[in-house]
C-alpha cells in the first residue's frame, strides 16, 4: 500500500515538473488587421467579448491519474475520451478590459500577458463501446457545446490540435488565445492528446500521436452526430498533424452503401489547416487523397526555412509536409498534388521570410507569432475565404503546381478584405 502511494505521489511530482518546465504561454502579437484602428474585432461580440477570461471546450484521450479536486491526466494514450472546459485567463485578474482591448487592438510590442489555464471543468467520458445516447453526462457536455454555438455569432465550431512538446495548460491557452483573435466569435474545442511535453520525449510525442489519430476521429464523428455545428474546422499545428492528418483520413472512409456527397454532408467537415505540419509528407499526401473531396477546403502553410522540421526530417527518416521534399513522393503522389492545387480546395501556402516583414527565417511557429500569417489564419476561418479573396498571390510551380505568397502589399488588403466583408463597426456609415 505505501508503495502505491509513493509511486502516486511520484507521478504527481512528476506532471507538476513537466507543467512548470514550460515557458509561459504569452498573448500572441496581434494580427495586423487589428493594428491600424480600423478595425476592432470585439466591437460586434457585445459583453461575451469582453473580459479577459476566455474558456474554450477540451477533449483528450490522456489518461487520468488523479480525478479531483483537480483532473490530473498522465502522458499515456487511454481508449477513453474526456471532455469538458478549460477555463482560461488573459493576464490576472488586475488586467483590466480596457488594457487587455489595447493590447488586442494594436501593434504594441511590449511584454504580452500570460495567457494561463485556471481550471479545468470534466463534465463527461466516454470508453470506446459507450454511447451518447445512454450517457446522461455526454448529452450534457453536447448540449452545453449547442448553447455555445447559439450564443455566438458563428455557427462553425473548430478544432485545434497543438504540437509535441506541449503538456495540457499550454495546449488549451493556444486554443484560447486564437479564440480570443477571432473577436471571440468561434466556439473553439481543444484536442489534448498525450504529449509528454519535453524536447528530449519527441519518439513518446510520435507514438502517442499515432495513437491518437482514432481518437479525434471518433471526436470529430460525435461532434457531427450530436452538434448543431455548420460546420466542423480544424486547425492542427506541427506535430498536431500526425494526429490530424490520419485522423480526417479515417473519417474519408464511408460507411456501406454510403456516398461522398452523403459522407460530406453527415461530417460537414469545413476548413482544415496545417500550420508546419510536422508528418512525414508521403504519409501526408497519402491520408489527403483519403479526405481532400470530403472538407469544404485544405491548407497547407509551410516555411521551407524551417529549423524544427529539419530536426523532424531526421528523427523521422523523411522530410515533412511543412517543409516537404518533392523528390520523395512517388510519381502518382506528385500528379496528384498537383491536380489538388488545381482541381480539389486545396492550397499551399508558401510562408517566405523574403515576403513578411519581420519573420525570423527558421520560424516554425509563424501561425501565432506573425502577424501577417496570424491574420491571414483569422480571416480563413471567420470567413471561409480562398487565398484569392484574403490577399493572397497565385504562384505556378514546376509541373504547374499552384501555390501561394504574401505580397508586398498583403497588410493593406487584408484590412480591405475585413472591411469589407466583417459586421459594420459601430459609427459606420
Same mark, same amino acid.
Given at each position: ?37 480600423? @478595425?476592432?474585432?470585439?466591437?460586434? $461580440? ?49 488586467? !483590466? ?89 468561434? &466556439?473553439?474545442? !481543444?484536442? @489534448?492528446?498525450? !504529449? ?64 461522398? &456527397?452523403? =459522407?460530406?454532408?453527415? =461530417? ?48 523521422? $527518416? ?13 510519381? !502518382? ?97
Amino acid at each position: 500500500m505505501m508503495k502505491n502511494k509513493a509511486s502516486l505521489l511520484v507521478l504527481c511530482l512528476l506532471a507538476a515538473l513537466l507543467a512548470g518546465c514550460q515557458t509561459p504561454v504569452r498573448l500572441m502579437p496581434t494580427p495586423v488587421k487589428f493594428t491600424t484602428g480600423e @478595425i476592432d474585432p470585439f466591437q460586434s $461580440g457585445g459583453p461575451l467579448a469582453q473580459g479577459n477570461e476566455v474558456p474554450v471546450l477540451y477533449a483528450t484521450n490522456r489518461g487520468l491519474l488523479i480525478d479531483v479536486p483537480q483532473p490530473i491526466y498522465t502522458i499515456f494514450p487511454s481508449e477513453r475520451l474526456r471532455m469538458g472546459v478549460a477555463h482560461v485567463r488573459i493576464g490576472d485578474e488586475k488586467l !483590466s478590459w480596457e488594457e487587455l482591448h489595447a493590447l488586442s487592438t494594436s501593434a504594441d510590442a511590449g511584454e504580452r500577458p500570460i495567457v494561463k489555464l485556471e481550471k479545468l471543468e470534466p463534465m463527461a467520458t466516454l470508453g470506446p463501446d459507450d454511447k451518447v445516447k445512454t450517457t446522461p453526462e455526454a448529452q450534457a457536455f453536447f448540449a452545453y457545446v449547442n448553447k455555445a454555438l447559439a450564443a455566438s455569432p458563428n455557427s462553425e465550431l473548430v478544432v485545434y490540435v497543438h504540437g509535441a512538446n506541449n503538456v495540457v495548460p499550454r495546449a488549451a491557452a493556444q486554443a484560447s488565445q486564437f479564440r480570443h483573435f477571432t473577436g471571440r466569435r468561434m &466556439v473553439v474545442l !481543444s484536442f @489534448i492528446w498525450p !504529449s509528454a511535453g519535453s524536447f528530449l520525449s519527441y519518439a513518446t510525442d510520435v507514438r502517442n500521436a499515432a495513437a491518437s489519430a482514432a481518437p479525434f476521429a471518433r471526436l470529430m464523428e460525435l461532434l457531427a452526430e450530436n452538434t448543431k455545428a455548420s460546420q466542423i474546422d480544424v486547425l492542427a499545428y506541427s506535430a498536431g498533424a500526425q494526429v490530424a492528418s490520419p485522423g480526417l483520413a479515417l473519417l474519408g472512409v464511408a460507411r456501406d452503401g454510403e456516398s461522398r &456527397v452523403a =459522407l460530406r454532408q453527415r =461530417l460537414r467537415l469545413g476548413q482544415v489547416y496545417f500550420a508546419a505540419p510536422d508528418v512525414d509528407t508521403r504519409a501526408f499526401v497519402e491520408d489527403l487523397r483519403g479526405y481532400a473531396d470530403v472538407a469544404a477546403r485544405v491548407s497547407v502553410a509551410a516555411n521551407l526555412n524551417d529549423s524544427v522540421l529539419v530536426f523532424a526530417r531526421i528523427a523521422g $527518416g523523411a522530410s515533412r509536409a511543412g517543409r516537404p521534399n518533392p523528390t520523395e513522393l512517388s510519381e !502518382s503522389q506528385t500528379r496528384f498534388l498537383i491536380d489538388a492545387t488545381k482541381t480539389l480546395d486545396f492550397d499551399l501556402l508558401k510562408v517566405d521570410p523574403n515576403d513578411i516583414p519581420g519573420l525570423p527565417r527558421r520560424s516554425h511557429t509563424f501561425w501565432y507569432d506573425d502577424p501577417w500569417v496570424s491574420s491571414d489564419v483569422v480571416a480563413r476561418f471567420l470567413f471561409n475565404a480562398s487565398p484569392a479573396q484574403r490577399g493572397l498571390e497565385a504562384q505556378a510551380g514546376s509541373e504547374g503546381l499552384r501555390y501561394w505568397t504574401f505580397p508586398p502589399d498583403f497588410d493593406r488588403r487584408v484590412i480591405d478584405l475585413v472591411r469589407r466583408i466583417a459586421p459594420p463597426q459601430k459609427g459606420a456609415e
